[in-house]
């Protein structure tokens, strides 16, 4: 047996002693760690992204595609590359910039197009009023444009006091020699009302060192009475392109150039490896803590237009504009956005290898180590991975491919049994990207094995988070059983280890308060914030009536997981490590009432309610 061979099988049975419920010596090696940071790559191809957080949570996101418009709905923004996706056919041609806006109680999408020649380039909008706009109809409301009907691009929407304007990129005339902004009113999501006007036109060296002369783009964020509008300056083939920007007050006339000012310098560049970062989006983390960028940026030196997007957190400036800092170095990890899960990460060098494929160093990789060499049929790298419940998980996997050629590879990803190929961009060895699939992973064990496809590739590491989060996660709440309609207590409100858990009159008191936090893998853990101390099968047991109580939060350890699933009347908590339920004793209703493990029956003693705090 070779050496990583028996160090997998070393790591693997050290895990199913900690699903037994055993303790480990400190430093005991395990083939999975919980992450709460990644490399910020979130797709690895595409350009001219755009984001919009709705309020039932999910991000929709467009980028452009080609000809026709594709939106993806997402939980999380980490998560955006693999989430499901939707494509909305628009006519011929040459789809650039697509944005999706929720407007007056309806959904539209504002694009660009052309008939095959992009002098004729103009700006289009859809609508669609189902509340989803993953379902539905789809239907074309026309060409949007003021009176001269010029070349026009990269449209959005500004609503500020009631009222709504049309924010886009343009010619002057009839000819391609520079690109200005202009803006116009509204009088409804889809028609302009005034004259243009312009607001910007490229004049410093840095918006000018190209021909034509470009300032495109346009994006608006509001802060305190700031609209700050981040533009992209300069080629977009270029290494050169950057973000700059201009200002207004929402108590002044936005329909008069001289309400608007433009900074002399970029407010985002190249550097820290980063080349030609433009055509941001705005939006916030799940949790709305944050405020978070994304953007596209070349995929190496002089790559032009093949780009892909990342996405970086950014602050505020005393002056309520927006400080976007320096693009993130490429093998840097930057914290996953508040609210995300954790991600469970398996260091590639950690599989077990077979045929020609063998660990080596990897500059920049996570660990030091990558797996590559996987060149032959019989050449794998395999992983066992653990879920604490059945469910669709995203796959994400650091990668890279410098195939001869340029072009795009694959591996084969087999994952308990069905193959899909696993696409890798081609941006040099060592020049690390994400691929990515959405799959489904059965409770406890899980096998994932990587072989040879077309071409050549790489990988660092890969990370598990469940496809779908629970809205909760990071929150607190209190949990009701239905039965009785009291909350899941803490006795007394006492806070030492040990202090048992009941059910009592839902009082809203800390006692009944708890903060869930995904683990990553499809479990859980809950917190009483006022001890601090976590929900904990009392010395880890398995049997029928083991009692719960609280305990010192140990991240997560065998007794203090819960994996939460959806039931008929709400959620049923389930411990994966006895594969028991969260249960109110004898299904009894009284204040005092004590809460316990038992086998899964999924009855009313066995039923939660979760209430955000």
Known sequence: MGYRAWRKLVSRALAALLILGLML????????????????????????????????????????????????????????????????ETGCCNVWAPEIHYINGAWYIYYAKDDGDNVNHRMYVMENTSPDPMQGNWVHKGQITDPTNKWAIDGTVLQVGGQLYFIWSGWEGDVNVRQNLYIAAMSNPWTISSNRVEIARPTYSWETNHSPHVNEGPQVIVRNGVISLVYSASGSWTNDYCLGLITASTNSNLLSASSWTKRSQPIFSSGNGMYGPGHQSFTVSPDGKEDWMIYHVAKHHNAGWNREIRAQKFTWNADNTPNLGVPVPPNTPIPVPSGESQRVRYEAEEGTFGGAAYASPGPGSSGGMKAGH???????????????????????????????????????????????????????????GLSTIRTHLNASWNTVRFTKGNGYAEIDFFDLTPAEPAAWTGSIYKLINPNSGKGLDVAGGERGNGTNVQIWEDNNTSAQEWRVTSLGDGAYTLINPNSGRALDVAGTGTADGTNVHIWDDFGGNPAQRWAIIRSNNGYKLINPNSGKALDVAGGGTANGTNVQIWSDYGNAAQTWQLYRK
């Open 374 to 432: 996987i060149d032959t049929a019989d050449s794998f790298v395999e992983f066992s991975v653990y879920a604490a419940a059945a469910g669709d998980y995203i796959l994400s996997a650091r990668t890279a491919n410098g195939t001869s050629g340029g072009g795009w590879s694959n591996l084969n990803i087999t994952i308990n049994g069905r193959t899909s190929p696993f696409h890798v961009t081609n941006k040099g060895w060592d020049n690390w």
């Open 25 to 88: 010596p400190a430093g005991a090696a395990e083939a999975a760690t919980h992450q709460n940071q990644f490399y910020n790559v979130i797709m690895q191809d595409g350009a001219d992204p755009w984001v919009y957080r709705h309020t039932d949570g999910y991000y929709y996101f467009t980028k452009t595609t080609g000809n026709n418009v594709t939106i993806w709905k997402s939980a999380t923004l980490s998560g955006l590359d693999a989430a499901p996706s939707r494509a909305i």
